[in-house]
Nanobody, 118 residues
Framework: QVQLVESGGGLVQAGDSLRLSCAAS????????MGWFRRAPGKERRFVAS????????VYADFVKGRFTISRDNAKNTVYLQMNSLKPEDTAVYYC???????????WGQGTQVTVSE
């Protein structure tokens, strides 16, 4: 039912910035809890950040605090991940995910590649 499409990934150098976007379908986007996850080559998927659909409260993984910012524009059905001071270890496929409740994320995008060179 819900479709998520990520964009904005690319190849950058350490210290650079990128802004990822996730466009969502549906008319109830403002109610969704949205999150970003990432999976580095050969590694498991990890939580990066989330933003609630009620108060826009945010949660960040420790390894991105102070560098990444998650935000949303409900009028555009879009969630963003502003990534600053990128490090080579940030290299991964970044996935957008959504949930209509406090339960597990039930909707996932296809991912967008972020590569950070030294």
């Amino acid at each position: 039912q819900v479709q998520l499409v990520e964009s904005g990934g690319g190849l950058v150098q350490a210290g650079d910035s990128l802004r990822l976007s996730c466009a969502a379908s549906g008319h109830t986007f403002s109610l969704y809890r949205m999150g970003w996850f990432r999976r580095a080559p050969g590694k498991e998927r990890r939580f990066v950040a989330s933003i609630s659909g009620v108060s826009n409260s945010t949660v960040y993984a420790d390894f991105v605090k102070g560098r990444f910012t998650i935000s949303r524009d409900n009028a555009k059905n879009t969630v963003y991940l502003q990534m600053n001071s990128l490090k080579p270890e940030d290299t991964a496929v970044y996935y957008c995910a959504g949930s209509t409740s406090s339960g597990p994320y039930g909707y996932w995008g296809q991912g967008t590649q972020v590569t950070v060179s030294e």
